[in-house]
């Protein structure tokens, strides 16, 4: 009221009826017909004046402000390591320097000098430049580096900037906190612990947005499906839906480039293995945002050798089991046939799984072989209907002959 509102010494009368019942009976203020007047002349200067003494020499911390400094510290944390996740996935070893850029590299680099790192040379030196980096700084390269959104949206950011960098600066300077400052630096703190990608994943909006029209129609539709699955939210929905976006991805790919795995076929002994379609899919998880992170013909997993293994930071895995098949199916059949096997391997992790199906039968209906009836998800339920587990399963469309070798 003395020194943040503008209120001049005569416009008492809108203030809080608690406080004009304290500057009343304390005699600092006294009421005339509605209207409420300081009983001392020359009043706020000098309240101001006497206030501003007291404060100057308070050396205690408020009781709310450990909860507030904790909060605060969580908040950087957590927006530090997300930031750190998403640019070791997209640039691996050289992520510190890909992402500081040269003056931000600079920067780190010579704050740690100062600090406890005398004899560093580069950032490779550094166990984590971010952490000789600001909270704004960090704001600042997450804008500037186009790591993309980390799992909120654009404007979330804003308005993080806008509420929580005031509550440090009053932390840095020593000032004194306030009222609100504990719940909302609390909100932060949970809404960027249920919302914020740590994995080092795109978030769903923009693993969908990558994609051209045709296929984002798909990845919006398998994310639908699996949104079944109540276990479907958080990292685990940003992560898996990045396996989906890749394998969609695979599968266009395939139907445009129809690689040797894909072509035309004269005996079974000249058929594609399921090794071809195994290496073949590593390779094409290696290109994309998803590479350094998956393994072929890893044991010890559900109790056995699993075909590609998809491995992500928090501990999650997702094993994408690979199959070949020469006779025509229908969707129950191959799902029969194959998902137990599949669903097995994820039994001591999340329950997410993918089935990949290399499709060499022949004679099909050209129609059965676009992607969108290519790719959907199957849900395992328990006794009361409750889905318990999902599996993707994507068939790759084989033993394909050119265009224009296509007969009715």
């Not at 430049?129 to 979330?156: C, D, H, K, N």
């Given at each position: 009221m003395l020194?943040?509102?503008?209120?001049?010494?005569?416009?008492?009368?809108?203030?809080?009826?608690?406080?004009?019942?304290?500057?009343?009976?304390?005699?600092?203020?006294?009421?005339?017909?509605?209207?409420?007047?300081?009983?001392?002349?020359?009043?706020?200067?000098?309240l101001r004046a006497a206030?501003?003494?007291?404060?100057?020499?308070?050396?205690?911390?408020?009781?709310?402000?450990?909860?507030?400094?904790?909060?605060?510290?969580?908040?950087?944390?957590?927006?530090?390591?997300?930031?750190?996740?998403?640019?070791?996935?997209?640039?691996?070893?050289?992520?510190?320097s890909e992402l500081l850029g040269s003056t931000q590299s600079m920067t780190a680099l010579t704050r740690a000098r100062n600090a406890s790192y005398a004899a560093a040379i580069s950032?490779?030196?550094?166990?984590?430049?971010?952490?000789?980096?600001?909270?704004?700084?960090?704001?600042?390269?997450?804008?500037?580096?186009?790591?993309?959104?980390?799992?909120?949206?654009?404007?979330?950011?804003?308005?993080?900037?806008?509420?929580?960098?005031?509550?440090?600066?009053r932390i840095e300077r020593s000032q004194l906190m306030r009222k609100q400052d504990v719940d909302l630096t609390r909100r932060w703190v949970s809404l960027l612990s249920t919302r914020l990608s740590t994995s080092g994943s795109r978030s769903m909006e923009e693993s969908i947005a990558s994609s051209v029209l045709p296929q984002r129609e798909v990845v919006g539709r398998i994310r639908d499906e699996l949104s079944d699955n109540p276990r479907f939210h958080g990292d685990v929905a940003k992560d898996l839906m990045s396996l989906v976006v890749a394998?969609?991805?695979?599968?266009?790919?395939?139907?445009?480039?129809?690689?040797?795995?894909?072509?035309?076929?004269?005996?079974?002994?000249?058929?594609?293995?399921?090794?071809?379609?195994?290496?073949?899919?590593?390779?094409?998880?290696?290109?994309?945002?998803?590479?350094?992170?998956?393994?072929?013909?890893?044991?010890?997993?559900?109790?056995?050798?699993?075909?590609?293994?998809?491995?992500?930071?928090?501990?999650?895995?997702?094993?994408?089991?690979?199959?070949?098949?020469?006779?025509?199916?229908?969707?129950?059949?191959?799902?029969?046939a194959y998902l137990p096997q599949t669903v097995a391997y994820q039994l001591a992790n999340v329950p997410f799984s993918q089935l990949l199906v290399l499709d060499l039968s022949d004679g099909r209906d050209v129609q059965l072989e676009h992607l969108d009836e290519s790719i959907w998800v199957t849900h395992s339920r328990d006794s009361l209907g409750a889905v318990v587990a999902s599996s993707v399963v994507a068939v790759v469309r084989a033993n394909r002959p050119s265009p224009s070798r296509r007969q009715s």
């Open positions: 020194y943040e509102d503008g209120r001049e010494a005569f416009e008492l009368t809108a203030i809080d009826e608690l406080l004009q019942d304290a500057l009343i009976s304390s005699g600092l203020a006294y009421a005339v017909g509605d209207e409420l007047r300081w009983a001392i002349a020359d009043a706020r200067p000098r206030l501003g003494d007291v404060i100057a020499g308070m050396r205690r911390p408020q009781p709310d402000f450990p909860q507030i400094s904790e909060s605060c510290w969580t908040i950087e944390r957590l927006v530090k390591q997300a930031l750190r996740a998403r640019a070791k996935a997209l640039w691996g070893a050289a992520w510190g950032l490779v030196d550094l166990r984590d430049p971010l952490e000789w980096l600001s909270l704004a700084e960090v704001l600042e390269l997450r804008t500037a580096s186009g790591v993309g959104t980390l799992g909120i949206s654009e404007a979330m950011w804003a308005k993080l900037r806008i509420e929580l960098l005031p509550v440090k600066d394998t969609v991805r695979f599968l266009a790919h395939v139907l445009e480039e129809r690689p040797y795995y894909a072509a035309a076929f004269s005996t079974r002994n000249d058929a594609p293995l399921e090794r071809d379609l195994q290496d073949a899919f590593k390779a094409y998880l290696d290109m994309s945002d998803l590479a350094g992170r998956s393994a072929v013909e890893v044991s010890s997993i559900g109790g056995g050798r699993a075909d590609v293994v998809l491995y992500f930071g928090d501990g999650t895995r997702y094993v994408t089991e690979v199959k070949r098949k020469f006779k025509h199916t229908t969707r129950p059949e191959l799902e029969a």
